[in-house]
């Protein structure tokens, strides 16, 4: 109940185009969903996140969509660029603690 | 900015050798963490700590494992007895809150081969 899933696995999208990851989640006493984005070598950093209140957030080209229903939520990446050509992590929390993390998806934005 | 800082950026050690991760969180930050991610997988968490003491642990900080702050700057993680299974990369992350949603600052990691 504690699982993230993620899908898919890997993602190729040509420059401009849009870049969509899914997860779900099990455990519904989660309450905060971050996404995390992972360069090779890198610590994973907070690119965008949501709280299950909040059905979208949009910073900049990307968006979380948030389904508390159907326990899923995605990102989405607007007009993607080669720039964004990374490892994408999905993660959810209990009040801050104890961050479980989806498998990820490993995004290449081809030019 | 301020950031997290991990030291060394790449440990290799010998098979039933302690090791000590050092790491030094953002200075107002209160909570601090460690993670895993084995090469090509997932991160997973380890263990939170606040207040001097652990908070939350997962099931694999055993017994081998040990965390500090010895100082108020530094935050390490001990393997007492490293095992092959103990390669990977090390985050340590802190945030100011842990309560809605406190952000969490990522280190740039410590990898660390057992030989």
């Known amino acids: 109940q504690q699982q993230v899933k993620q899908s898919p696995q890997s993602l190729i999208v040509q420059k401009g185009g849009i870049s969509i990851i899914n997860c779900a989640y099990e455990?519904?006493?989660?309450?905060?969903f971050p996404w995390y984005q992972q360069f090779p070598g890198k610590g994973p950093a907070l690119l965008i996140a949501?709280?299950?209140?909040?059905s979208e957030k949009k910073e900049g080209r990307f968006t979380i969509s948030f389904n508390k229903s159907a326990k899923q939520f995605s990102l989405h990446i607007m007009d993607s660029q080669p720039g964004d050509s990374a490892t994408y992590f999905c993660?959810?929390?209990?009040?801050?603690?104890?961050?479980?993390f989806g498998p990820g998806t490993r995004l290449s934005v081809l030019p | 900015e301020p950031e997290v800082t991990q030291t060394p950026s790449h440990q290799v050690t010998q098979m039933g050798q302690e090791v000590i991760l050092r790491c030094v969180p953002i200075?107002?930050?209160?909570?601090f963490y460690w993670y895993r991610q084995i090469l090509g997988q997932k991160v997973e968490f380890l263990v939170s700590?606040?207040?001097?003491?652990?908070?939350?642990k997962s099931e694999i900080f055993d017994d081998q494992f040990s965390v500090e702050r010895p100082d108020g700057s530094n935050f390490t993680l001990k393997i007492r007895s490293t095992k092959l299974e103990d390669s990977a990369m090390y985050f340590c992350?802190?945030?100011?809150?842990?309560?809605?949603?406190?952000?969490?600052?990522f280190g740039p990691g410590t990898r660390l081969t057992v030989l």
């Open positions: 455990n519904t006493a989660f309450d905060y």
């Open positions: 992350a802190s945030s100011v809150t842990s309560g809605g949603g406190g952000t969490q600052y």
């Open positions: 993660a959810a929390t209990i009040y801050g603690q104890n961050f479980v």
């Open positions: 200075s107002n930050h209160l909570y």
């Open positions: 949501i709280r299950p209140d909040v």
């Open positions: 700590f606040y207040n001097n003491e652990i908070s939350e």
